[in-house]
């Protein structure tokens, strides 16, 4: 059971903007950085976003993600319909010694 | 070009073993912290081991004391030794590669490997 949650789905038309939330404790994204990674059907997840809002190389701006107390965002701007994917949010936790992913959200481009 | 590869999976009996390796290249797995992760059919992803490039390790409460994880840095592999399997830990397994700025944000992952444990 994960510790990170997140909405089962998100969905919205090409060129609207959609939020995914993820929701932790103190002892994860409370303490240490997020990250976001996506995942396109029947393949490897890719990191997204590091260090709660730093896009590695080749991700486009329309990725940007924020942070507040115990609770991070990943919003996705100007949705394309390459959009459609499972994301999921992570953080390290002090109280576990471990990684922990989110539940994960299915983003649907309608 | 960074690239890692893991294979070692396959069908095992319940408290059986299987040592789930993955080959990197383009780096070094001594440089970088190294993580498994797995993910069962349809579920999302976990967390399940990660070498530090100190060596220091850490396991999920899941499997630890069953999972071992390692690293040959002659060979530039990165291991999984998986001991008392459970039906639980059919997944498949990726490993992946931290960045140097932050060892547990996984920016190169590997295609990754079935394993089915089933009698």
């Known amino acids: 059971q994960s510790v990170l949650t997140q909405p089962s789905s998100a969905s919205g038309t090409p060129g609207q903007r959609v939020t995914i939330s993820c929701s932790g404790s103190?002892?994860?994204?409370?303490?240490?950085?997020v990250n976001w990674y996506h995942q396109l059907p029947g393949t490897a997840p890719q990191l997204l976003l590091y260090s709660d809002n730093q896009r590695p190389s080749g991700v486009p701006d329309r990725f940007s993600g924020s942070k507040s107390d115990t609770s991070a965002s990943l919003a996705i701007s100007g949705l394309q319909s390459e959009d459609e994917a499972d994301y999921y949010c992570?953080?390290?936790?002090?109280?576990?010694?471990?990684?922990?992913f989110g539940t994960g959200t299915k983003v649907t481009v309608l | 070009e960074v690239q890692l590869v893991e294979t070692g999976g396959g069908l095992i009996q319940p408290r059986g073993s299987l040592r789930l390796s993955c080959a990197a290249s383009?780096?070094?797995?001594?440089?970088?912290?190294m993580t498994w992760v797995r993910q069962a059919p349809g579920k999302g992803l976990e967390w399940v081991s990660t070498?530090?490039?100190?060596?220091?390790?850490y396991y999920a409460d899941t499997v630890r004391g069953r999972f071992t994880i390692s690293r040959d840095n002659s060979r530039n592999t990165l291991s999984l030794q998986m001991n008392s399997l459970r039906a639980e830990d059919s997944a498949v397994y990726y490993c992946?590669?931290?960045?140097?700025?932050?060892?547990?944000?996984?920016?190169?992952w590997g295609q990754g490997t079935m394993v089915t444990v089933s009698s």
């Open positions: 992570a953080a390290w936790d002090d109280s576990l010694n471990g990684y922990v």
């Open positions: 070498k530090r490039d100190d060596g220091t390790t």
């Open positions: 992946a590669r931290g960045t140097i700025v932050d060892g547990h944000a996984l920016d190169s």
């Open positions: 103190r002892s994860n994204i409370g303490s240490n950085t």
């Open positions: 383009g780096f070094s797995v001594s440089s970088n912290y």
